[in-house]
């Protein structure tokens, strides 16, 4: 099987997501927690401090994931829970 190689100009993302954690609780953005490793690695890129999120995971993810609203991609719910309503 050949190996993939990427293009030199190939852009280098990393997206961290935190279950169960406040977007202030990292030192990184005025919080109280120290975290150096995330303080470095997001003073070298771009961070997103305008990011609206949901009361449960799944439908902030698949807003994050996909650049759009949690409603427009049909994640209203926790993914694994099954409903009547589709996306909800």
Do not use: W
Not at 26 to 53: K, Q
């Amino acid at each position: 099987k050949k190996r993939q190689v990427l293009s030199k100009d190939a852009p280098n993302i990393l997206i961290l997501m935190n279950d169960d954690v406040g977007f202030g609780a990292p030192d990184t953005f005025g919080g109280p927690i120290h975290t150096p490793s995330l303080t470095r690695v997001a003073g070298s890129g771009i961070t997103y401090n305008r990011f609206h999120t949901t009361a449960i995971c799944s439908p902030s993810r698949a807003s994050l994931l996909t650049g759009r609203n949690a409603h427009h991609v049909g994640s209203g719910q926790i993914t694994e829970l099954a409903s009547a309503f589709p996306g909800y």
